[in-house]
């Protein structure tokens, strides 16, 4: 059955104040961080700081994937997302946090990197490699990419929230242009940024498919919680009538094309090291396939991409809320996973299971993501309203 055809759009306005729900979650969020910290930082510096960069990772992949998203979908001129590009939108408002988590975690880079140290033992000392990984460089590259992310979020997310007073239809093509220069940007900033971030904790490590795969955790991830928001606010009556069956059934196949593209990058970057049998290459998977890592090396698969496509291989599956929230589910904790394994078998000679401070960590930093998230969704409206092609995308004119 077709839905009606609209002939507006109603503003359904911003999310309505949520009582002490943001308050809280900022309260919360503030208090379990400094908890989950000063609790690990007592037992191990390293320890704490790992445990930091896993939560700081996985919330600040999300956030990039939301300006990412938005970016895309301007520059391919894509219209079936337009009445969800708000919800992307609003999730890229926890950079200024990410900022100051970022600046905490290079402070404490000598715990965590092998090559940050002194008197670091790797063999590189004296050559290029020595000088790139070197803590002013360090410094430079990821707080100047995570600047650009800033910059480019205040150009494009700025402009489309004045198209919803100014109507202006050459805000959307400026946005365009912006666009095309942030992928440009984001391409190899994010490459870079990845290899700093979480390649380098073992500088001896080497991968040219790092990046790309880093990439395909970041965006699966963004789309889930994309997903996610966009059916709560389906359900609470914010977007029940602007996003329909067939934005629901693209964002469900979405996730189950990039489920499938994660594993081909993912299987192509274990597949092409295990070929060669380079040591500076092996060891990475060797260590963590063995000393109790094996039963994650094995879930990564399982969560991120043999859940997700098999679940919504049938069309139906793809709108079938308890369908997706569960893809999502699994989507989201093979993520988290898929990080804690790059970073703490370099902490650790074994397994280790995650602990109160790693719960307190993930709560304080996720609070901190939700207050960023609903106090952008409490100033704007859930709807790009400006956009000139919404009301063609609300009544699924792409499809024609």
Not at 109 to 116: E, F, K, Q, R, V
Not at 180 to 199: N, R
Request: aromatic share 18%; hydrophobic share 50%; net charge neutral.
């Amino acid at each position: 059955m077709h839905a009606p055809v609209m002939t507006e759009i109603n503003d359904p306005g911003p999310l309505r104040a949520s009582g002490g729900l943001k308050g809280g979650l900022l309260g919360i969020g503030v208090i379990a961080l400094i908890a989950g910290f000063a609790l690990a930082y007592s037992q191990d510096p390293a320890t704490a700081f790992g445990i930091l960069l896993v939560q700081y990772c996985f919330y600040f992949f999300i956030s990039l994937a939301g300006l990412f998203f938005t970016a895309l979908h301007y520059t391919a001129g894509a219209k079936w997302s337009t009445p969800i590009r708000r919800v992307a939108e609003g999730m890229s408002a926890f950079f200024p946090v990410s900022v100051v988590l970022l600046i905490g975690i290079l402070l404490g880079a000598g715990y965590l990197y092998d090559w940050a140290p002194a008197n670091a033992d790797y063999p590189y000392h004296g050559s290029l490699k020595d000088m790139y990984l070197s803590t002013p460089a360090f410094w430079f590259r990821t707080l100047g990419f995570v600047a650009l992310c800033f910059f480019f979020q205040h150009l494009i997310i700025g402009n489309s929230l004045k198209q919803d007073k100014s109507k202006d239809p050459e805000i959307y093509t400026r946005n365009v242009t912006r666009s095309i220069l942030f992928l440009i940007v984001f391409a190899m900033g994010f490459t870079l940024f990845a290899m700093d971030i979480l390649m380098s904790l073992q500088a001896k490590f080497f991968s040219t498919m790092f990046g790309i795969y880093c990439f395909a955790g970041m965006f699966l991830s963004g789309i889930s919680v994309i997903t996610l928001l966009t059916m709560n606010f389906r359900r609470t009556g914010y977007l029940e009538p602007f996003v329909r069956h067939i934005h629901m059934r693209d964002l469900g196949t979405w996730l189950m094309a990039f489920a499938t593209f994660m594993m081909y990058v993912g299987f192509s970057q274990y597949m092409l090291i295990w070929y060669a049998n380079l040591p500076d290459e092996t060891f990475y998977f060797m260590e963590r396939a063995a000393r109790g890592w094996g039963a994650v090396f094995v879930l990564l698969p399982l969560l991120k991409w043999i859940i997700p496509f098999f679940v919504l291989m049938p069309n139906s599956m793809r709108t079938n809320p308890k369908a997706i929230i569960f893809v999502c589910t699994s989507i989201l904790i093979g993520q988290y996973l898929d990080i804690y394994w790059m970073v703490i078998p370099t902490l650790f000679d074994s397994f280790r299971i995650p602990g109160i401070s790693d719960l307190l960590m993930f709560v304080g930093v996720g609070g901190l993501f939700g207050f960023s998230i609903m106090s952008f969704y409490e100033k704007h409206s859930l709807l790009a309203l400006g956009d000139p092609y919404l009301l063609a995308s609300v009544n699924g004119e792409h499809l024609q």
